[in-house]
């Protein structure tokens, strides 16, 4: 079975601060892909990035930057220096080979960047 | 269009009416889901077809829920006889070939209020 756990339910901070949202994951399947999707108060999913289970590499875009550790099966995203367009629910997802199309996503985290 | 619209953005329909959702995936995306999205959690899978067929439905709730993608492209999401339970975002999304587990891109979503 494939879960995906966001223990934070909400992080508040203020403009300039960086944010780390946790995202841990389970699955039995050694072939898996893992996203980051951010949803803006438009409702729409925005793709962030997609990692797959060989590929261990901690990546950076811009303010954004992403840890993978196959050792603690989490998949953590940093904002750096966090700007008020960045309030948003984010969420993480799984997909497994064994489930095409099916992704099983985490309840999200609520970032709230203050002025 | 640019990206996957769907149609209407909002619905309120009194309980035990039918509804039909509709989504226009991106051009030669050959893979189409729907996701239910209840307040405040991640989105859920209902359903995937790969060009016209449905692969997987597993994720439908009930024998309410119908989906049809008859030519490929265009996709509906049907829900008969409306409960209040059925009231969430129905969120549609789209990929190149979810075989190949390209990023999906998402729609902006349904939201349907039963009363």
């Known amino acids: 079975a494939q879960k995906v756990t ?3 339910t909400e992080i508040s901070v203020v403009e300039k601060e960086d944010v780390t949202l946790d995202c ?24 962030l990035i997609r990692r797959n289970s060989f590929d261990e590499q901690n ?57 | 269009g640019a990206g996957v619209s769907q149609s209407p953005r909002y619905k309120v329909a009194k309980r035990g009416q039918d509804v039909a959702l509709r989504c226009d995936p991106i051009s030669g995306h050959v893979s189409l889901f729907w996701y239910q999205q209840a307040l405040g959690q991640g989105p859920e899978f209902l359903t995937y ?50 075989a190949l587990n390209t990023e999906a891109f998402f729609g902006q979503g349904t939201r349907l209020t039963v009363v």
């Open chain 1, 24 to 47: 841990v994951y389970e699955t039995r399947d050694t072939t898996y892909y893992l996203f980051w999707y951010k949803q803006p108060p438009s409702g729409e999913l925005v793709f």
């Open chain 2, 49 to 98: 077809f790969q060009n016209e067929a449905q692969l997987d439905k597993s994720g439908l709730p009930s024998d309410r829920f119908f989906a049809e993608r008859p030519e490929g492209s265009v996709s509906t999401l049907k829900i008969q006889r409306t409960q209040q339970e059925d009231s969430a975002v129905y969120l549609c999304a789209s990929s190149l070939d979810a």
């Open chain 1, 6 to 8: 966001q223990a934070q």
């Open chain 1, 59 to 115: 990546e950076i875009s811009g303010r954004y930057s992403w840890n993978f550790q196959k050792s603690t099966s989490s998949f953590n995203f940093t904002i750096t220096a966090s700007q008020v367009v960045d309030s948003a629910v984010y969420f993480c997802a799984l997909l497994t080979t064994d489930s095409w199309g099916k992704f099983q996503f985490g309840a999200g985290t609520q970032v709230v960047v203050t002025p």
